[in-house]
């Protein structure tokens, strides 16, 4: 297995890219269109293809299902103040508006993705939130203006009670995933829980991805030594980080594991991820 340096992407790549954005987004007008879409609070149809793959409303229904079973799963309860950093198109959000009576905040670093979620869910439910995070990301934000290594999340120490990213470390390099669980740290309340997504690696995922039976191919090793990419020409379009990091990591940010559910991803199952449930441990940690 190689350790490739990040490469430049290939022209015929970005042009193919831009085509196939002004073709999702002209099917905006057909979607509109359809009875279905009046009145109701679903994105847009190229948005939808931008996170789902697909513009079918079903496919934005079942994120919608799944992220509220997930978080209540979890110990998610109404009087919680939620932060979910991905926040996407709404989709944990939209499943949490009959069940939260405190606050959620939403995160997101796709621009188009914040602008609707404020002009079509804020306005109906106005506790919640949504905030762009500009970071840096070759894969997602290449004009990001700040470096996800330092980005401070834009909240006041303790501020939430339930932190929740879904496949966001799977889009992160070693450091900036490092940060990241220092700010959750940072403004969790003391006790209060993370849900973090992760593509592990240890004994029972390696073989999995050595023998290409996993959801993706990890087929170059970053530099750090610490993970694995999908790609080498972007980076963060998919990583699977060495279990060792990120329980070191976790530690380090003051954040302590009290449950892991293992995914089938390294065994073939699409978007099956390992999920670690984390709890603030106060004593530990430290802020700036």
């Known amino acids: 297995m190689s350790a490739r340096a990040p490469q430049a992407r290939p022209a015929w790549r970005r042009i193919a890219g831009r085509i196939r954005r002004t073709f999702h987004r002209g099917l905006n007008v057909v979607d509109r269109l359809r009875p279905s879409r009046r009145g109701a609070l679903l994105p847009p149809a190229h948005l939808r293809i931008h996170y789902y793959r697909t513009a079918d409303p079903a496919a934005f229904a079942r994120a919608r299902a799944s992220a509220r079973i997930e978080v209540l799963s979890h110990g998610l309860a109404p009087h919680h103040r939620v932060l979910d950093v991905g926040s ?6 939209l499943g949490l508006d009959d069940f939260l009576t405190a606050t959620y905040d939403g995160l997101e670093i796709h621009p188009e993705a914040v602008a609707w979620c404020q002009r079509a869910i804020t306005p109906r439910y106005p506790a919640f939130r949504f905030h762009r995070a500009d970071v840096a990301s070759r894969a997602y934000n290449p004009a990001g203006t700040t470096s996800a290594a330092s980005y401070r ?9 339930f932190v929740m990213l879904g496949s966001v470390f799977t889009h992160m390099l070693p450091d900036e995933v490092a940060h990241y669980l220092r700010e959750i740290a940072r403004v969790l309340e003391p006790g209060g829980v993370a849900v973090v997504s992760w593509f592990l690696l240890d004994e029972e995922s390696r073989p999995g991805v050595d023998e290409g039976r996993s959801f993706m191919s990890f087929g170059v090793r970053h530099s750090s030594g610490v993970c694995r990419l999908h790609d080498a020409a972007l980076p963060e379009a998919a990583v699977a980080f060495e279990e060792a990091f990120a329980l070191n990591a976790i530690a380090a940010a003051g954040l302590r594991v009290r449950d892991r559910r293992r995914g089938a991803w390294a065994n073939g199952r699409a978007d099956d991820q390992d999920v670690l449930t984390l709890v603030s441990d106060r004593e530990l940690q430290t802020f700036n």
């Open 88 to 93: 996407g198109i709404g989709n944990l959000a």
């Open 153 to 161: 999340f834009p909240f006041e120490n303790g501020s939430f009670d």
